[in-house]
């Protein structure tokens, strides 16, 4: 069936149901962006041209919410804690609905079961029953409870999955025999999902899809009025809960702020203002989203003091003409060296409050300095303060961008199909053409050089937007493709796990084994030892190791849209 846009958001409202804090925000939330939904959707149906798009049937579970996982956010909801997840979660059920999809939604294990056809009290049955969805996003927690519930079908089925994963996991940790063997084995588990099956809030690693959420955005009229309304001395401290102001040695950095500008807070309070804030600051306490908008409009500057990691606030800020000051973290955090981190799949290296800001946006939107170094935070506020900045939102983070990505996932993204036909399924093709790349002058990068064809379903991402690069001894495909502005492409490394192609990259291979190890396709240069990866679900764009150069499979992306190449769409 051909889907079609769906723009009446009052039967969307209705599916989500009510009486959690959680759905209430999540709802309140829809409601409140659903002109800009609207007016995104408009848009999207016209950049598409008519072009088919199947609907789905998609299950939502949401399973951080469900009592059985403990529902931990919930009851946080009023008090400062995170509402991060509640955000994203609140457009994906916006964009999924809007994509004209067939949703039905449940955040208890009972709703669960009775959508799965698990009778009651059939925990653990063996059963093999009919799924009756094409798609279930979930998180975590829902994953576990349907293995625990879908006996037998979980496996046949799991491809279907989408795991909603705030900060992303890598495929060393994906993989349960690899994860077992070399140490890294997490709480989180091992699922042997296809990587991409896994759905970030920010594009944190290519390894997984780029979920990612939206900031309320302004036209023309509403940016000129913020602009002539800032106070240039207003600054906002990023953080809700009072246990961000614990922070060791924010005092000197706090003085100095104090000197230039007016220090405002949205720190929740019960009763009394939270003794960990200094009286100099005006704390307004928790606000309200839309309220929350408001008070970054007229503020110049939103401070971060290193907590919480990756959430969305900075975008809003930035989105609303603030200037976002964070922290330098040197040693960059990440799960081998702070606690929030640890026992997270990932070995990311977080270099600052806010990864994402400081690589996507930048200056003059972001300022990351050292906080200890004083002169350096000094100099950053005072030319703050001095600068004009325009409102600016990446345009993945808008409605339209954000339902642009989710179409392209859903109408290409196959994980059911690449499970039937493992990697060997590109094989005969490759074989067959004995040059399918071609090598430029500079020698380090093969590009494809003509059109495969063949009864496989067609790659997507487009094989024609890759570039091959050899990595430098130490660094993670990753950083490669970063350095090349371009961004490495997982999908494309069973093209480049070849011997072929070593030679046409021109290295040289003494002997050449086959193993398991995510930084393979590599090369061992100083001993001519050249490395192909023996199990497809182990390709990793994440990952490094000072013996070996990697073979990166790059590829281009639209400007403000990472997660699609030229020709994705
Ligand atoms: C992140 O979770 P948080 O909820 O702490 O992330 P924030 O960036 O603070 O923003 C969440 C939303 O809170 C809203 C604001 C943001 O959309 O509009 N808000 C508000 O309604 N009222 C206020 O007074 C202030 C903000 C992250 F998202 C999670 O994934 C992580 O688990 C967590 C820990 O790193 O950080």
């Not at 409009?297 to 401070?303: M, S």
């Not at 040059?435 to 590009?447: E, G, H, K, R």
Request: one cysteine or more.
């Amino acid at each position: 069936i051909q889907a079609a846009f769906q723009r009446d958001l009052s039967y969307l409202l209705e599916l989500i149901g009510s009486g959690k804090e959680s759905l209430i925000f999540m709802k309140k939330r829809i409601r409140h962006l659903a002109t800009q939904w609207l007016r995104a959707s408009h848009k999207l149906e016209q950049k598409l041209e008519g072009k088919h798009r199947d609907q789905k049937q998609i299950l939502i579970h949401i399973g951080f919410l469900t009592e059985e996982s403990g529902d931990v956010f919930s009851p946080r909801v009023l008090k400062g804690g995170p509402l991060g997840e509640m955000v994203q979660w609140a457009d994906i059920l916006a964009v999924l609905f809007i994509l004209g999809h067939s949703l039905k939604i449940t955040v208890s294990l009972k709703e669960l079961q009775s959508n799965l056809g698990v009778p009651p009290g059939r925990g653990n049955c063996p059963l093999m029953v009919p799924l009756p969805f094409d798609l279930i996003y979930t998180d975590y927690h829902g994953l576990q409870q349907m293995k625990q519930h879908m006996g037998l079908s979980f496996k046949k089925y799991r491809c279907r999955v989408r795991v909603i994963d705030t900060f992303g996991t890598e495929p060393a940790y994906n993989h349960e025999e690899y994860a077992t063997l070399h140490g890294y084995r997490t709480n989180w588990g091992y699922w042997n999902l296809h990587p991409k099956q896994f759905m970030t809030m920010f594009p944190h690693t290519p390894d997984n899809s780029f979920m990612g959420f939206v900031s309320e955005e302004l036209n023309v009229t509403e940016k000129q009025f913020i602009k002539s309304n800032k106070a240039s001395n207003m600054a906002v401290v990023y953080g809700k809960e009072a246990s961000i102001w614990k922070l060791q040695g924010k005092e000197k950095f706090l003085a100095i702020l104090n000197k230039y500008m007016e220090i405002h807070g949205t720190v929740y309070y019960e009763t009394q203002r939270p003794p960990e804030v200094p009286a100099f600051v005006k704390n307004h306490g928790l606000l309200p989203q839309h309220d929350f908008q408001q008070l970054l409009r007229k503020a110049k500057l939103f401070i971060g003091f290193g907590f919480p990691y990756e959430g969305p606030a900075p975008l809003e800020a930035i989105a609303n003409g603030c200037v976002f000051l964070q922290a330098r973290f040197n040693p960059p955090h990440s799960s081998l060296n702070h606690e929030f981190f640890r026992g997270k799949p990932t070995s990311r290296e977080v270099s600052s409050q806010h990864p994402y800001a400081e690589d996507f946006i930048g200056k003059p939107h972001v300022w990351t300095v050292d906080y200890n170094n004083s002169e350096e935070f000094e100099s950053a506020i005072k030319a703050i303060m001095s600068t004009k900045v325009d409102p600016y939102l990446p345009y993945e983070y808008t409605s339209e961008g954000m339902l642009e990505r989710i179409h392209a996932y859903i109408q290409n993204q196959d994980f059911c199909a690449t499970a039937a036909l493992p990697d060997k399924s590109n094989s005969p093709t490759m074989q067959s053409s004995l040059s399918p790349f071609s090598l430029q002058p500079n020698s380090t990068v093969l590009v494809w050089s003509h059109n495969v064809s063949s009864n496989n379903p067609p790659a997507w991402p487009p094989v024609k937007s890759m570039q091959v690069w050899i990595s430098e001894i130490g660094q993670a495909c990753t950083r490669t493709c970063q350095r090349h502005n371009l961004v490495c492409e997982p999908e494309f490394f069973k093209f480049l796990n070849k011997k072929e192609v070593f030679q046409q990259l021109n290295i040289v291979c003494d002997s050449t084994e086959s193993e398991m190890n995510h930084l393979y396709p590599a090369v061992a240069e100083n001993i001519r030892e050249c490395y192909l990866q023996k199990d497809p679900l182990l390709f990793s764009c994440a990952g490094c190791n000072t013996k070996y150069q990697r073979l990166c499979p790059c590829r281009d992306y639209q400007k403000g849209q990472v997660a699609l190449c030229r020709d994705c769409l």
